[in-house]
């Protein structure tokens, strides 16, 4: 079973920026796309960022132009640098891969945690 392991958050204040990592145990080579969630407190898992196999990234309008995502040569990798970070950015980030197989479930990493205050 492939893992999916992120790090990189913590506790950052207002306007500052944090870089999160997402590490895959082994390649997966069926992969649709990688991307980003998050959940907030109090709220559902909603998606923030991806990158699909054909390169095109997708943000949410929320942190569109504050927020890149990018991966790696090998696809075993997906970054999500943060930058100008506020408050409501506060929240649980998990790593998403998506695959081509029919039936095949996403996989998830175990979440890490950004908070957002002075």
């Known amino acids: 079973q492939v893992q999916l392991v992120e790090s990189g958050g913590g506790l950052v204040q207002p306007g500052g920026s944090l870089r999160l990592s997402c590490s895959l145990s082994?390649?997966?080579?069926?992969?649709?796309?990688m991307g980003w969630y998050r959940r907030r407190p109090g709220q559902q898992r909603e998606l923030i960022a991806s990158?699909?196999?054909?390169?095109?990234?997708h943000y949410d309008n929320r942190i569109k132009d504050r927020f890149t995502i990018s991966r790696d040569s090998a696809w075993k990798s997906v970054y999500l640098q943060m930058n100008n970070l506020r408050p409501e950015d506060t929240a649980t980030y998990y790593c998403?891969?998506?695959?081509?197989?029919?039936?095949?479930?996403?996989?998830w990493g175990q979440g890490t945690q950004v908070t957002v205050a002075s």
């Open positions: 998403n891969v998506m695959t081509t197989v029919a039936g095949e479930e996403d996989y």
């Open positions: 082994e390649r997966i080579f069926s992969i649709y796309s």
């Open positions: 990158i699909t196999s054909d390169d095109e990234r």
